[in-house]
């Protein structure tokens, strides 16, 4: 069956990094548009980073925008995310998720298997 595992969350300073990773299993990790996403307490889980099949597109929200770096290794079946100059309203439980309909609009509804997620805080 499907397997999306995430790590590399924990606690982190405000202004420092922090790297995630991803990797999956079960599927065809090329033929799947990959996502990050995250859900803040009682907050809506949004999508702020995805990445086509290829890596040849991808896509920020505003609030990350020059902050974070999404990128992929298919030959791996992992997907990575450097997280820096990080704020303490980063702080959330971060999923990973493939999506089989293409990098979309980055929203939740497009994406098919997540992962269990990893908390990331962002001390003030």
């Known amino acids: 069956q499907v397997q999306v595992v995430e790590s590399g969350g924990g606690l982190v300073q405000a202004g420092g990094s922090l790297s995630l990773s991803c990797t999956a299993s079960?599927?065809?990790?090329?033929?799947?548009?990959m996502g990050w996403f995250r859900q803040a307490p009682g907050k809506e889980r949004e999508g702020f980073s995805c990445?086509?099949?290829?890596?040849?597109?991808?896509y920020y929200a505003p609030s990350v925008k020059g902050r974070f770096t999404i990128s992929r290794d298919n030959a791996k079946n992992t997907l990575y995310l450097q997280m820096n100059s990080l704020k303490p309203e980063d702080t959330a439980i971060y999923y990973c998720?493939?999506?089989?309909?293409?990098?979309?609009?980055?929203?939740?509804?497009?994406?098919?298997?997540w992962g269990q997620g990893t908390q990331v805080t962002v001390s003030s």
């Open positions: 998720a493939a999506g089989s309909y293409g990098l979309g609009l980055c929203t939740p509804y497009e994406y098919n298997y």
């Open positions: 079960g599927l065809t990790f090329d033929d799947y548009a």
């Open positions: 990445i086509s099949r290829s890596g040849g597109s991808t």
